[in-house]
């Protein structure tokens, strides 16, 4: 059988290619899908089947436009209410892949329509020797029990405990557990690195999995949740109804520095997506920072929602267009233009710019024993903050930065940091474009001062 993983870091977001005797499912497709195409004609594959483990609402999906490009069946669980084209399968409902077969269950609890899908190929066995998980079981993690309008949070995670203990782990230890996310995903908590498992490891070492009661699972899986991004509802919309191909968005727009302004003056937002450095050194006054590297797409649109105005600013042409992929990958379509050589091009005008202060933290220790008068302000979410902190640091983490502070400290000095330098540098952004006059971002994070403080408090030799 052919079997394929595809990572989009990115968005953590695992998607799979399944082919048998020159047939092929994909599973969970980005919204993106020619990666799909290419692979599946150098395999001499076609792609028959595509299959959604849920209407996901982290990210948009492509199963609309390769279905369109292929003419594939797509296949979602009963409850899912779809409003195009698609099998509806059921409990143990099987798929015809060549020699192999494709054999669904039920798994109710991240979402109520949410399955799983049990891999058999004759080749390896009568037996299932892998199942796609999707957001129902990840590596360490489940999928969180709160994305439901119509299921309390408890009932939802009640219904997982049911898909968990009474139908994925009854399966053998050495069934392969194939997630549709890894570590970073909004989805989960505290999903683990590695990017595949098997049903025996997560039994021993994924708390959601060990013996419990229902009672207990419930009131574990549901404490702690993260706050659930307002932009999660409306991608299931999308997914539910399906999104319009790539090729039909309206292409970007060059603006030279004059029409840029006027477009930001009239309420657009400007994304700068170079990286922490630059946007430090000097950048378009009131453009908010988040960083092609990381967690781009999912950041934006946690910050911005999915109907503002978009302006880019990248770091070169490459970026540019990766940077406007990557936004429609999360449902941010209103990219309506960029500024041809970026910053330079706004500095050739003679527009002003703005920068960060950014401080080491050798220089916070200074700062912290001479006591000024600053806030500390740590942008991590909870769970960070309580496995180690810097003293006296208050807890506000990014997602809701500007809430909690509600206009509070905005002619306080204030100190930003994250764990190593990214989110605290799209917050340090978010409070300048909101009349925040002297911000500082510690470079390096809490990793920063967490080595530094390691070498400060290491034994020295003894001399004689």
Known sequence: MEFEQFYLGCLAHASYLLGSDGVAAVVDPQRDVDLYLDQAAQRGLSIRYIIETHLHADFVSGHVELARRTGAEICLGRLARARFP???????????????????????????ESICVLVIDPDQGPEPFAALTGDTLFIGDVGRPDLSSEYTVEEL???????????????????????????????GRQIGAER???????????????????????????????????YFVHDVEMNRSGALPLAELPSLAPLDAVEFARRQRAGA???????????????????????????????????????AEILLVAEDEAALSESRTRLTRVGIEHVTGYLPDGIVAWHRAGFPLTSVSQITATELRQLLNARGDFRLLDLRRPAENRQGAIDGALNRPLDNLLADLNGRWQQTP?????????????GASLLLRAGYTNVTNLIGGYEAWRQLTMVSDAPTAATS
Do not use: K
Request: charged letters at 15%; aromatic letters at 6%.
């Open 86 to 112: 698609h099998r509806q399968v059921n409990d143990g409902d099987e798929l015809a892949l060549g020699r192999c077969r494709l054999r669904f269950l039920e798994t109710p609890g991240h979402t109520p």
């Open 157 to 187: 995670a009640s219904m997982l405990f049911d898909s968990l203990h009474g139908r994925l782990l009854t399966l053998p230890d050495a069934v392969e557990v194939y997630p549709a996310h890894g570590a970073g995903s909004l989805c």
């Open 196 to 230: 595949h498992s098997t049903i025996g490891i997560e039994r021993l070492t994924n708390y959601a999995c060990r013996p419990m009661s229902r009672e207990q699972f419930v009131q574990l899986v549901t404490a702690d949740l993260p706050a659930r991004p307002e």
């Open 269 to 307: 937002v400007v994304l700068d997506t170079r990286p922490p450095v630059q946007f430090a050194a000097g950048h378009v006054p009131g453009a908010v920072h988040i960083a092609l590297s990381g967690q781009y797409a999912a950041w934006a649109a946690t910050l911005l929602g999915l109907d």
């Open 414 to 426: 204030l100190v930003v940091h994250c764990a190593s330098g990214y989110r605290s540098s799209i």
